[in-house]
């Protein structure tokens, strides 16, 4: 089994900075791609960020040049560097891996989801 487990969030004023964690761990054999997604209620999940193997990125229009999305040299670990933060960004946000868990299977992982508000 993944297991993938987020940190951060929380309140931010707006123009201020968050930032988010997520450590991947259990039986990974390889990372495809990490990346964060966030979803308010009653609307569908929507991408964030991504960052693959490689080390290509992946950002929302919305969040382009306020957003970082970076991982550590093992590449189990992903953060995600939000500056210059307004109040559309309020949201559940959550860690997502594509990850082989044996040479030839793989799957789609999901975090528990970390709130962030940005709010006055």
């Known amino acids: 089994q993944v297991q993938l487990v987020e940190s951060g969030g929380g309140l931010s004023q707006p123009g201020g900075s968050l930032s988010l964690s997520c450590v991947a761990s259990?039986?990974?054999?390889?990372?495809?791609?990490m990346g964060w997604y966030r979803q308010a209620p009653g609307r569908q999940r929507e991408l964030v960020a991504t960052?693959?193997?490689?080390?290509?990125?992946n950002y929302a229009d919305s969040v382009k040049g306020r957003f970082t999305i970076s991982r550590d040299n093992a590449g189990n670990t992903v953060y995600l560097q939000m500056n210059s933060l307004k109040p559309e960004d309020t949201d559940v946000y959550y860690c997502?891996?594509?990850?082989?868990?044996?040479?030839?299977?793989?799957?789609?992982?999901w975090g528990q989801g970390t709130q962030v508000t940005v709010s006055s």
């Open positions: 997502n891996g594509r990850i082989y868990y044996s040479m030839t299977q793989w799957d789609e992982f």
């Open positions: 960052i693959n193997a490689g080390g290509g990125t």
């Open positions: 259990g039986s990974i054999f390889r990372i495809v791609a």
